[in-house]
């Protein structure tokens, strides 16, 4: 048995994972519990690429953003365990953050004909909202994959953290899923040299002189979709359904309303996470609109309300299951309904 009762877990063929944060298969190593009394969610880990990623999220992180755990389960009967607690690796300490040259980001916002996203929202929204939404969002192109998109996460004071690369396909919209993920880190592709990744949420630059309530969605392509369709909010991303969903990153939504809308599945996983944010934001919400709407089909599916939004006939009921939790979404039926006139 381990000295500790929390340790990483041992090494084993298939036991290491995709990162939670630089995306990479086969080199996260997941935090077990000797005891067998908690089950750690698969972002309580740490990434092998300790230079180019970084990511570590030790088991009393864990604890100390869910403290409800530690009252619900049996290891509160346990007194001396956080005494006694001792992880097998070192801690990390509190580092700056790198950022990305803003000349890495200003060259790839061009090259849009061969990105297959651009020429998908072009065919769905038009080229003049496609361009407003790929500036608005800072979007750009790279040469890996044909022309990927890359996703900057440019934080509030308007410093880029990193890029995520991802191919798409330019008939559906949907991600090239196989037969690989086709995801990067732009920080990775560059080999910046001594680069400290630490992630913030994807639109977090909107915040900056902005009042208007947020609404957290998981994809990044998803807050850009629903800054189309529903404007009056802020859209932002957690980059998946783990993600950066930290109590450290989201110090940004501080005294802020806050929605969260999960994509299927991960209604209850985002209800637990919410915790978090009690005591940061002004108001906090889980929305299960897309659960009460999703049929089975789209369940096992996984889709998020962009996809509703995109390929649904459903639009107008997701709205107005939306407005039965906020009254001022009136207007956005009343816009709509005006949309469907004019087409």
């Known amino acids: 048995m381990s000295e500790y009762r929390f340790h990483l877990q041992k090494y084993r063929p298939g036991s290491k994972t995709a990162c939670p944060s630089c995306g990479k298969s086969r080199c996260f190593v997941k ?3 000797e005891q067998g009394c908690i089950t750690f969610p698969g972002n309580v880990g740490k990434c092998d690429h300790e230079n ?40 990390s300490v509190c580092i700056t953050p790198s950022f990305i040259p803003s000349s890495y980001v200003e060259r790839s916002q061009s090259h849009y004909s061969i990105n297959p996203l651009y020429q998908y929202f072009c065919r769905t929204f038009g080229e003049v909202e496609t361009k407003r939404l ?33 191919c798409y396909n330019s008939d559906t919209g949907h991600r090239v899923k196989e037969p690989q993920a086709f995801v990067s880190w732009a920080h990775s592709e560059l080999k910046l040299p001594d680069f400290h990744l630490k992630q913030c949420l994807y639109g977090e630059h909107l915040l900056k002189n902005a009042s208007s309530p947020v609404m957290l969605v998981e994809s990044e392509k998803t807050a850009v979709v629903m800054s189309h369709f529903i404007p009056d909010y802020i859209w932002l991303a957690t980059g998946g359904k783990n993600g950066c969903f930290n109590s450290e990153a989201m110090q940004v939504l501080k005294g802020r309303e806050v929605t969260l809308i999960p994509d299927l599945g991960a209604t209850e996983q985002w209800k637990e996470k919410s915790a978090l944010l009690s005591g940061i934001c002004k108001r906090v919400a889980v929305s299960n609109v897309l659960e009460c709407t999703a049929d089975e ?47």
């Open 31 to 33: 935090y077990v519990d």
């Open 134 to 166: 790929f500036e608005k969002y800072r979007i750009g192109t790279s040469a890996k994959w044909g022309g990927s998109a890359v996703f900057w996460q440019t934080d509030i004071n308007g410093l880029v953290r990193t890029g995520k690369v991802m």
């Open 297 to 343: 089909e789209q369940r096992s599916r996984g889709l998020d309300i962009a996809d509703f939004f995109l390929f649904s006939p459903s639009k107008r009921q997701i709205l107005h299951q939306m407005i039965q939790r906020n009254p001022a979404l009136q207007l956005l039926i009343d816009a709509l309904d005006l949309e469907l006139i004019e087409q």
């Open 52 to 91: 180019s990623c970084g990511y570590h999220y030790t088991p009393k992180e864990y604890f100390k953003d869910n403290p409800d755990i530690l009252t619900n389960n049996e290891i509160a009967k346990d007194s001396a365990l956080l005494v006694s607690y001792k992880p097998t690796v070192k801690q």
